[in-house]
């Protein structure tokens, strides 16, 4: 773009050409001056976007040029994959036997998986084995710690140790099964209502649900007025089962083996 000054000496010259320099004190207007400076800078610009769409070009060339060496790079490569899919053989896999079976094996028990996690229902039959005792149970995610119901709940020490004494009810006779645990720890409830927390004893039981049985934690607490004795919490469905809340009784059962525990223990 031309400096200011011979800008206007220039517009200054045609403003004198075109009049035919017929009056030596001609004026020039300063509007005209401006129109010339914006017509310059216009035409600057126009220039300046001409240069890069040019260079756009280019590239847009150099690019259309690499296009026919791509394509025969793609071909290479189609006909080697071609060639490796007529090497290859079928696999037999001698382990595919082994799942069908366990496949079989499951669907007889009626157990559906997850993955390699049991899936279970909201509701489903649970087994506290040295008890040989089934009770109905209530599958709930949102329960940290496993619950059970019992009464007549009493603390007390043996060998220096924390113990709990509690009494259930054996579900096929109604009789009272008392039980005696060494207790494991203690939790704070805090009731519903705004009520005062309260302290629960925890033990431990070994407990069978669908196929799985494992030793898990269970706090002591009144559930007479609910209807399910048993609570299954996050503590023993953890990386092992998935709920759908869908469903009842999805994990059945293993057939009972084993004598049941009597009296206190």
Not at 63 to 86: G, H, N
Not at 226 to 232: D, M, S, Y
Request: one cysteine or more.
């Amino acid at each position: 773009m031309l400096p200011t000054l011979p800008r206007r000496l220039l517009a200054l010259f045609f403003v004198m050409l075109l009049a035919g320099c017929q009056h030596a004190n001609l004026l020039i207007d300063e509007a005209d001056l401006a129109r010339f400076d914006e017509c310059l800078a216009l035409q600057q610009v126009l220039v300046e976007r001409i240069e890069v769409q040019s260079q756009q070009l280019e590239e847009i060339r150099e690019q259309t040029e690499l296009v026919p060496v791509v394509l025969d790079q793609l071909d290479a490569l189609e006909l080697k994959l071609a060639a490796m899919r007529e090497e290859l053989a079928p696999v037999d896999c001698p382990e595919a036997d082994g799942v069908a079976a366990v496949i079989a094996v499951a669907a007889s028990n009626d157990m559906l998986f997850a993955g390699d996690k049991l899936l279970v229902g909201e509701i489903e039959n649970v087994r506290f084995d040295n008890l040989n005792m089934e009770l109905r149970a209530r599958i709930d995610t949102g329960a940290v710690t496993s619950s059970l119901h019992a009464r007549e709940v009493r603390r007390f020490q043996r060998d220096g140790e924390n113990w709990v004494r509690f009494t259930i009810e054996d579900p096929e006779t109604g009789e009272p099964v008392v039980l005696e645990r060494p207790r494991s720890r203690r939790v704070r409830i805090l009731q519903a209502g705004g009520e005062d927390p309260s302290t629960r004893p925890v033990v431990e039981l070994r407990v069978t649900l669908g196929n799985n049985t494992q030793t898990a934690e269970f706090t002591l607490a009144d559930r007479g007025s609910l209807e399910f004795p048993v609570l299954i919490g996050r503590n023993i469905l953890r990386d092992l089962m998935v709920v759908d809340v869908s469903k009842i009784d999805a994990a059945p059962l293993p057939a009972r083996s084993g004598a049941a525990e009597t009296g206190a223990k």
